[in-house]
């Protein structure tokens, strides 16, 4: 129940996202359309970097399809014990290019002892390919990996990914 509430509330931010995205598509086409500002800081503080996330990957994986790459980034950082959130920043192998518009189902899980978190990380679209989540507890030192299934968007099939962090 809780989460599709989390579910359904968040679709009309992805909607405003999309919004923008689409937006700053067409004013990157040339269209030319008065209405659409050329100023890259319209649109503002909503799609500004997070910076609880402003270190270096803790680590960058291409995804199972290979099509997408993968880079993961904790707070706190470096990775410790407690609430950790995580910002999964997803783009185009090919292009380079920030993939928005996604899905992401994020399972944290410790490989050595075969256990998850007590809570599952609730991603949130911020643009430019980047998806913050909710905190999850870090319960172990030790090497954790994130069980990420990427769907919808522009995705023709499902996709998955599985970047690390390293807990001290
Ligand atoms: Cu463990």
Known sequence: MLDSFRLSSSVPVRSALLGLALAAAGCSSGSGDPAVSADPDSGGDALAADPRFANAPNSEVNSTSGALHVALRTSPYPATLGPTAFEITVTDVATGAP????????????????HGTT??????????????????????????????????????????????????
């Open 99 to 114: 993939v928005d518009g996604l899905t992401l189902d994020v399972t944290p899980w410790m490989p050595a002892h075969g």
């Open 119 to 168: 809570t599952k990380p609730v991603p949130t679209p911020t643009g430019f390919g980047r998806y913050a989540t909710t905190t999850a507890n870090i319960s172990m030192v030790g090497k954790w990996i994130l069980k990420i299934n990427l769907t919808g968007g522009t995705l023709a099939a499902a996709d998955y990914a599985e970047p690390f962090l390293d807990a001290k």
